[in-house]
């Protein structure tokens, strides 16, 4: 289990959710991981310690994605601390819904900044670095809202749906350095958004996914794993993992 070796890899936002089970997966397969946080800076130090003792390389960094200076700080640590950098998964993302006629500007702002700004901010900090190691792979965290819209989440719809435009575009650029670029796009996933929902909503929910279960973060974080092990001959996809509740 070790096609990772010598790898290294950021995942933002991952010290909860689907960015945590991705960190320990890549981590699994022998990958050299950075962790990163805005807030949680316990349940992050708590992943690493975990990884640790297991005897896996890994770094904490703290840094806010929504803002450009911050991006570049957290590629810079992760290239001082294990010389090089092979993959970036942009995960990191916060949602504040609420009806288009009730949103603030705010709102939209932050979920437009942490969930769509932080993927340009975080690949042009990267990529100059993936260009020097020969190549890298890119996995954009998109979703099955930016695909089919949902009431009360039109800034993190625009959000997610505007990661699968900029991923096609960046698959377009930077196939010619050996650079893929993909966006996955989950569905309804056994993360905090998901069970702090009411069980009516829950339910209502799972009656349009023809698979008839949420999906586990661990699935996430294999697909997310194929992609930058086996996925050579595969950019600027936008992949569904979501039961069949959306096809395209």
Not at 50 to 79: F, I, N, S, W, Y
Not at 83 to 109: F, Q
Not at 115 to 141: K, Q, W
Request: charged residues 20%.
């Amino acid at each position: 289990m070790s096609c990772l070796t010598d790898k290294v890899a950021i995942v933002t936002g991952s010290s909860r959710g689907l960015g945590r089970a991705i960190a320990r997966e890549l981590s699994d397969h022998g990958a050299k991981v950075v962790i990163n946080y805005y807030q949680s800076k316990e349940p992050a130090e708590q992943l690493a310690a975990e990884l640790k003792k297991m005897g896996r390389e890994c770094l904490v960094v703290q840094a806010g994605v929504a803002h450009p200076d911050e991006c570049q700080r957290l590629v810079e640590e992760t290239v001082k601390a294990f010389g090089g950098l092979d993959i970036l998964v942009n995960n990191a993302g916060v949602n504040r819904d609420r009806t288009i006629r009730r949103m603030t500007a705010e709102e939209w702002r932050e979920v437009l900044a942490t969930d769509l700004d932080s993927v340009f901010y975080c690949t042009y900090a990267a990529v100059p670095h993936m260009i020097e190691r020969g190549g890298g792979r890119i996995v954009n965290m998109s979703s099955i809202v930016g695909q089919m819209g949902n009431p009360g989440q039109s800034n993190y719809a625009a959000a997610k749906a505007g990661i699968v435009g900029f991923s096609k575009s960046a698959a377009q650029e930077l196939a010619r350095f050996n650079i893929t670029v993909n966006a996955l796009c989950p569905g309804f996933i056994e993360t905090e958004m998901v069970t702090n929902l009411t069980e009516d909503v829950q339910k209502a929910l799972l009656a349009k996914i023809p698979l008839g279960r949420f999906g586990k973060p661990e699935e996430v974080a294999r697909l997310t794993r194929f992609l930058v092990t086996e996925g050579e001959y595969i950019t600027g996809a936008q992949v569904n993992i979501n039961g069949g509740m959306y096809l395209q």
